[in-house]
């Protein structure tokens, strides 16, 4: 069903790449032709690093002309991370058919599927992003030091590869980082913020090098906040008025900035003079911001339609089996990760604030729904977890006050699971 439906698109889907995905490209190609991390000189540090690399090392195993071979590529990467993923859920939940339903649910899945096309961040964010929930996952389940390792990178390759990660790895990182002091194992948080250190070390220092300043991931920040107040009004310190105009501040960024870095920091200030002369409209704009995301099908980075997802005569039947996200949908999914994290385990709701986290993180800079796309498949299948952790406790507790002992009980789940031993013979 997962590459059943994504081969089906790909075969009736034709683009090429453009605007930040042509971006993408270019510096894949420049790494595979070259070994140089940018296409154009003055914006070196403009574009996450992390889908160039992917892309070129794609490339040195099946030429640059073969983009069947990235999307297979990803999409390979979204199933095996799904697929850990969902085997977690499972464990935690004692219901073993959640893995198969959750690599079902993200198959079915209308922005993953819509997504596994293009040379784009969202595509792999998704994957990245079951890849380190599971990370945690696991870290918690087997407590060892090579899980911690793992969640490290992972969390630093997420961000690399969609910045705006960076929130809910940081969640992440935290809890993991509470609950290992508190059961004295700072050994596996030495592991962690070790490997961190040696994943993410290259990268800065590559920017240290160019700009003889820490820039952590990218200078594009500012420049897509400023984006999405293109036309506002901004009185500038000398006291003139402007309207802020964001194709003429990059046009003319080469001419008066050394480097990007710099012209960076200078759009970083227009956007702190922003926020403190327009702060009731920055709390409008975030609500409505929210409401866009979670309703609108706007995808400006596309030239095939988002919705409906084939666009061929006779599919109706088809668009309608997609599963897709609606205002009710989303909320209704983040209320079962709530309950899953009270039936099942707590984890569930450090999940859900690491995915908010970096929903809120996306949308306080980029207002486009696209940005959310890759969390999209994650917070909906909450309903599913809700309805399985729901009827894991009530199975467990029919055989519990049947008689039945608990390790029988959880002969339905995964019985020698490190995250639930079972008891003894006999123990109530």
């Not at 970083?268 to 309703?295: F, I």
């Amino acid at each position: 069903m997962f590459w059943t439906a994504r081969f089906y698109y790909w075969s009736v889907t034709s683009e090429a790449p453009f605007a930040d995905m042509r971006g993408y490209e270019d510096i894949a190609r420049s790494l595979y032709y070259d070994f140089r991390t940018y296409s154009d000189p003055f914006w070196r540090t403009y574009w996450p690093p992390g889908v160039p690399f992917l892309r070129a090392g794609v490339m040195a195993l099946f030429g640059p002309e073969n983009r069947f071979a990235w999307r297979v590529f990803v999409a390979l990467l979204s199933c095996v991370a799904a697929s850990a993923f969902g085997r977690e859920i499972a464990l935690r939940l004692r219901i073993r058919c959640t893995a198969p339903v959750f690599v079902a649910f993200v198959g079915l899945s209308a922005p993953s599927i819509f997504w596994s096309y293009k040379v784009s961040t969202e595509s792999v964010a998704e994957a990245c992003l079951y890849g380190v929930l599971a990370c945690f996952l696991v870290s918690q389940r087997t407590r060892s030091k090579a899980s911690a390792i793992c969640l490290g990178a992972g969390g630093v390759i997420a961000m690399l590869c969609r910045p705006n990660l960076a929130i809910g790895v940081a969640v992440l990182w935290a809890t993991f980082v509470g609950i290992s002091i508190r059961r004295g194992e700072g050994s596996r948080v030495f592991a962690l913020v070790l490997t961190v250190i040696v994943c993410w070390a290259p990268w800065v220092t590559r920017n240290y090098v160019f700009y003889q300043r820490i820039v952590p991931l990218t200078t594009q920040a500012p420049f897509s906040f400023l984006s999405n107040v293109n036309g506002s009004q901004l009185r500038l310190e000398d006291g003139r008025t402007v309207l802020l105009d964001l194709d003429e501040l990059q046009h003319a960024a080469p001419s008066l900035h050394a480097n990007d870095a710099e012209a960076s920091r200078a759009a970083a200030s227009l956007v702190r003079s922003w926020l403190r002369q327009h702060p009731a409209d920055y709390a409008n704009e975030l609500v409505q911001r929210l409401w866009h995301a979670v309703e609108s099908f706007d995808i400006r980075m596309t030239k095939v339609p988002r919705r409906p997802l084939i666009a061929c005569a006779g599919s109706q039947w088809l668009n309608a089996a997609w599963i897709d996200k609606s205002p009710r949908f989303l909320l209704a999914g983040c209320v079962g990760w709530v309950l899953a994290g009270a039936l099942a385990s707590p984890l569930f709701w450090v999940l859900l604030c690491a995915v908010i986290g970096s929903c809120g993180a996306a949308l306080c800079f980029v207002g486009l729904p696209r940005m959310i796309e890759p969390m999209v498949p994650v917070l909906t299948f909450g309903v599913v977890s809700g309805a399985f952790a729901l009827v894991s406790r009530v199975a467990h507790a029919r055989a519990r006050f049947g008689g039945r002992s608990s390790s029988h009980a959880s002969d339905r789940g995964y019985a020698n699971s490190r995250d639930f031993p079972a008891r003894r013979p006999g123990a109530t």
